[in-house]
């Protein structure tokens, strides 16, 4: 079994995944943080949203959110965060370590993406 082919209850635990990407990430790179964190708490609650909004009759609209959300963290936060743009702060410092924390963030997020796509072929 694929994830494109997954069963029903694999794009909310995907999200879940997605979510404890970004959540190891901040643990750490970022000092000081914590669950309640707003770093990662509010990423907690918009994933929870979108979660709740799959087990409703907006499940469609969920779905694409929530592949918008995967998305934008795997190109926002796995990928684009760690060019030395000049617009980005670079601290913590730009090592070997910190760049792995960002490809386990960015590939947590590929079950998300993936699931969500499989459930909208699916679903049309």
């Known amino acids: ?3 494109t ?3 029903l209850p694999a794009v909310p635990l995907t999200a879940i995944i997605g979510w404890s990407g ?3 990430h901040n643990l750490a790179e970022l000092p000081g943080q914590g669950l309640l964190s707003p770093e990662s708490f509010i990423p907690l ?3 929870a949203l979108l979660v709740a909004g799959w087990f409703t009759p907006a499940r469609h609209a969920a779905t694409l959110a929530m592949l918008g959300w995967g998305l ?3 190109f926002g936060g796995g990928l684009i965060s760690v060019l030395p743009l000049p617009f980005l702060p670079f601290l913590p410092e730009q090592t070997l370590s910190h760049y792995l924390f960002h ?3 960015a590939l947590a997020q590929l079950p998300l993406v993936f699931s969500t796509v499989g459930w909208l072929r699916q679903s049309s």
């Open 1 to 3: 079994m694929s994830l």
């Open 5 to 7: 082919t997954a069963p």
């Open 22 to 24: 970004l959540f190891i």
């Open 45 to 47: 609650l918009v994933t």
């Open 72 to 74: 934008l963290h795997f």
């Open 103 to 105: 490809a386990v963030y």
